[in-house]
């Protein structure tokens, strides 16, 4: 009978011993991706002004609004910079993870995207501190939409005007 106890025993203090150290792994593990991410953005700012790029901002902050059930909320977007490169504007997303810098990940594409729409600036920059580079991503389906009616309009009325004065020319 306590034969059956101390096996009982010994066989929960294992489940226990194996449950605590699990969690701790993962605790490490945790902070060792915080300490490598927080490294990749420290040196991602020298890497951007190498390449030519004057950082506007730094953690910068947007509130996006988006309906839901017509009921008007506000989401909070936070990149991890606004770069500037003569008269264009970036946001800029630095991702320290072995798949997540790449445009095939899913979760990054949609933030890429995510930012596009609610920063309004001309791309984004995609640094990948795994691999090691710096993409420049846009979505040209959006490029349509981004015109204003304003240069349309004053595009159509140029052409316009340049089609009626070489019409009198001409007859």
Known sequence: MSWDITLVAATLACVVLL???????????????????????????????????????????????????????????????????GRRTFVAEVKAGHSVGQLNHGPTRRQLLEYKLAFRVHAILLLDVHRGTLSEVDFPALSPATRTPGALLCAALLAGALFGATAMLVW
């Open 19 to 85: 449950f605590w150290g699990a969690q701790r792994a993962k605790g490490w593990r945790w902070r060792r991706r915080l300490r490598a991410a927080h490294a990749a953005e420290r040196n991602a700012e020298r890497l951007f002004v190498q390449a030519g790029y004057r950082v506007v901002d730094r953690q910068a902050r947007r509130l996006w609004p988006v309906t839901c059930d017509g009921t008007l909320r506000e989401v909070e977007l936070r990149a991890d910079y606004i770069l500037r490169q």
